[in-house]
């Protein structure tokens, strides 16, 4: 039997598995406490969790299936299932991803990028210049989107350098290529990534609170630059570069050759630019315009389209990752539904309540502790940013009655832990962008690895400082409380 054969036998039996403990909850007496409806929703949910672990089908035809299930058994309102696609955050995403296929059709990105690395010409510049070229890269909210743009590149750079895959030259230049493209800018910006768009979705339903483009940017750049700061330094302290390879890339001209030979901008260039620093001033002026981030990429995203002003042709909606799109606005659904029946409740006291409550005598670190500990289970049980679906509305649901502190709801940002927290990987084959570089060859596997796992615990600690700077931000500034 093939592997690929071999696979779908274990997809199958996982699902038939999945719907067989769903369908005994329609069956089971819901226990005492418990409500009915909301019983029945959790036996809807498993299966689609499962779902969501194999990628059976897409994640976002699987959160709409959920949806439509649980309307179509009139558990709740089909108003109240749908209520995610009302909200602004799936139309920031949809209108970021336009803005990220204009400046990879024209070629814009490629160009920020070569122009960055070109002129941070040495091994830490080069490290640098990795984060800085992700920041221009800020409206692609596609982690593997990003990595297919700046791989090349870094497979340039170790031509030039005769490719010495087992130095640890390679190692730590890989993986900070890796860590700004997954993690820096995914984290920062609320269009870094979807993962980010699906917590403040979450935390939105559940608290009625929220957080404009640049109040998450205030929120968070902090903590970003912190986890930053100690991913680049982690990787030299865990093996130091060469320095015969740091000296030879000062010689190095791959950069700047790339950069010369995409010649002058051209005028879409020109337009794309244009457009993507107006959505960077709407999203930015929105709380005084009264104007969402998400109205404000439609806005743009129009204009990209738009015949003798815009770059793209009407069949680069297909290059929209819809897939995700659906994907944000179903989860924000998912959260309604289980608020509406009581199941975020009755989850959050039976599976973070455990973890979380004796940690909390110990204050606010053990409180990041704990959630260190359920967002690392979640990143396991589930791909990112199911792991978010799974993780968030818990977190969030026992700090609104947590009685730690006089303002629980601050405490609810804590929930921000678990963004962060899914950047901090093992293992390469847990986040997708890792694919794409590792594909280029420009770095070992086993010892690149073994960096993967030295640096969990620096990450972790990092992940811990940049919550409690968060909260921090947070309850100076009242945003999103």
Same mark, same amino acid.
């Given at each position: 039997?093939?592997?690929?054969?071999?696979?779908?036998?274990?997809?199958?039996?996982?699902?038939?598995?999945?719907?067989?403990?769903?369908?005994?909850?329609?069956?089971?007496?819901?226990?005492?406490?418990?409500?009915?409806?909301?019983?029945?929703?959790?036996?809807?949910?498993?299966?689609?969790?499962?779902?969501?672990?194999?990628?059976?089908?897409?994640?976002?035809?699987?959160?709409?299936?959920?949806?439509?299930?649980?309307?179509?058994?009139?558990?709740?309102?089909?108003?109240?299932?749908?209520?995610?696609?009302?909200?602004?955050?799936?139309?920031?995403?949809?209108?970021?991803?336009?803005?990220?296929?204009?400046?990879?059709?024209?070629?814009?990105?490629?160009?920020?990028?070569?122009?960055?690395?070109?002129?941070?010409?040495?091994?830490?510049?080069?490290?640098?210049?990795?984060?800085?070229?992700?920041?221009?890269?800020?409206?692609?909210?596609?982690?593997?989107?990003?990595?297919?743009?700046?791989?090349?590149?870094?497979?340039?750079?170790?031509?030039?350098?005769?490719?010495?895959?087992?130095?640890?030259?390679?190692?730590?230049?890989?993986?900070?290529?890796?860590?700004?493209?997954?993690?820096?800018?995914?984290?920062?910006?609320?269009?870094?990534?979807?993962?980010?768009?699906?917590?403040?979705?979450?935390?939105?339903?559940?608290?009625?609170?929220?957080?404009?483009?640049?109040?998450?940017?205030?929120?968070?750049?902090?903590?970003?630059?912190?986890?930053?700061?100690?991913?680049?330094?982690? %990787?030299?302290?865990?093996?130091?570069?060469?320095?015969?390879?740091?000296?030879?890339?000062?010689? %190095?001209?791959?950069?700047?050759?790339?950069?010369?030979?995409?010649?002058?901008?051209?005028?879409?260039?020109?337009?794309?630019?244009?457009?993507?620093?107006?959505?960077?001033?709407?999203?930015?002026?929105?709380?005084?315009?009264?104007?969402?981030?998400?109205?404000?990429?439609?806005?743009?995203?129009?204009?990209?389209?738009?015949?003798?002003?815009?770059?793209?042709?009407?069949?680069?909606?297909?290059?929209?990752?819809?897939?995700?799109?659906?994907?944000?606005?179903?989860?924000?659904?998912?959260?309604?539904?289980?608020?509406?029946?009581?199941?975020?409740?009755?989850?959050?006291?039976?599976?973070?309540?455990?973890?979380?409550?004796?940690?909390?005598?110990?204050?606010?670190?053990?409180?990041?502790?704990?959630?260190?500990?359920?967002?690392?289970?979640?990143?396991?049980?589930?791909?990112?940013?199911?792991?978010?679906?799974?993780?968030?509305?818990?977190?969030?649901?026992?700090?609104?009655?947590?009685?730690?502190?006089?303002?629980?709801?601050?405490?609810?940002?804590?929930?921000?832990?678990?963004?962060?927290?899914?950047?901090?990987?093992?293992?390469?084959?847990?986040?997708?962008?890792?694919?794409?570089?590792?594909?280029?060859?420009?770095?070992?596997?086993?010892?690149?690895?073994?960096?993967?796992?030295?640096?969990?615990?620096?990450?972790?600690?990092?992940?811990?400082?940049?919550?409690?700077?968060?909260?921090?931000?947070?309850?100076?500034?009242?945003?999103?409380?």
């Amino acid at each position: 039997m093939s592997d690929q054969a071999s696979r779908s036998n274990r997809v199958y039996l996982l699902l038939l598995a999945g719907v067989i403990v769903g369908a005994a909850f329609f069956f089971i007496p819901a226990p005492a406490g418990v409500n009915v409806n909301g019983w029945h929703v959790l036996g809807l949910l498993i299966p689609i969790v499962m779902v969501w672990a194999t990628e059976a089908i897409p994640v976002g035809v699987a959160s709409m299936l959920f949806l439509a299930l649980v309307v179509a058994f009139q558990l709740v309102k089909p108003e109240v299932a749908f209520q995610g696609f009302t909200n602004h955050l799936v139309w920031l995403m949809a209108g970021a991803f336009a803005i990220g296929a204009a400046m990879q059709q024209t070629g814009l990105s490629k160009r920020m990028t070569y122009f960055l690395l070109s002129k941070l010409n040495s091994f830490w510049g080069l490290n640098i210049a990795a984060y800085a070229a992700n920041v221009c890269l800020m409206a692609v909210p596609s982690s593997s989107a990003r990595s297919g743009i700046l791989s090349p590149v870094l497979s340039s750079i170790m031509d030039t350098m005769g490719r010495p895959n087992k130095s640890n030259f390679s190692r730590i230049l890989t993986y900070n290529f890796c860590n700004a493209t997954n993690a820096f800018v995914g984290t920062a910006f609320l269009t870094g990534g979807a993962g980010n768009a699906v917590m403040l979705g979450l935390y939105t339903q559940l608290t009625g609170k929220t957080l404009g483009w640049s109040q998450w940017f205030l929120v968070m750049v902090i903590p970003s630059i912190i986890y930053a700061v100690f991913a680049i330094c982690g %990787s030299a302290m865990f093996g130091r570069p060469e320095p015969e390879l740091v000296e030879k890339v000062k010689d %190095s001209r791959a950069t700047k050759e790339a950069f010369a030979e995409l010649g002058p901008m051209t005028a879409n260039e020109w337009k794309v630019l244009g457009m993507f620093l107006l959505a960077i001033v709407l999203w930015i002026a929105g709380d005084a315009l009264k104007l969402s981030p998400g109205f404000a990429s439609l806005i743009v995203m129009g204009l990209l389209f738009l015949p003798g002003i815009g770059v793209l042709p009407g069949k680069a909606l297909r290059d929209i990752n819809w897939d995700i799109t659906l994907l944000i606005g179903a989860v924000v659904g998912v959260a309604g539904i289980l608020n509406a029946t009581g199941m975020t409740k009755v989850l959050s006291k039976a599976l973070v309540g455990p973890i979380l409550d004796p940690l909390a005598h110990f204050g606010l670190i053990g409180i990041a502790v704990g959630a260190v500990v359920i967002s690392l289970i979640a990143h396991f049980l589930l791909p990112a940013p199911n792991n978010l679906t799974l993780a968030v509305p818990l977190l969030i649901t026992w700090g609104l009655k947590a009685e730690h502190l006089s303002a629980a709801v601050v405490l609810a940002f804590l929930g921000l832990i678990a963004v962060l927290n899914d950047k901090l990987v093992m293992f390469p084959y847990q986040m997708p962008p890792y694919y794409v570089y590792l594909a280029q060859d420009v770095t070992d596997g086993p010892r690149f690895n073994s960096l993967l796992v030295k640096m969990y615990v620096p990450l972790a600690i990092a992940t811990i400082i940049g919550a409690f700077v968060a909260y921090l931000i947070v309850s100076a500034t009242g945003f999103g409380i």
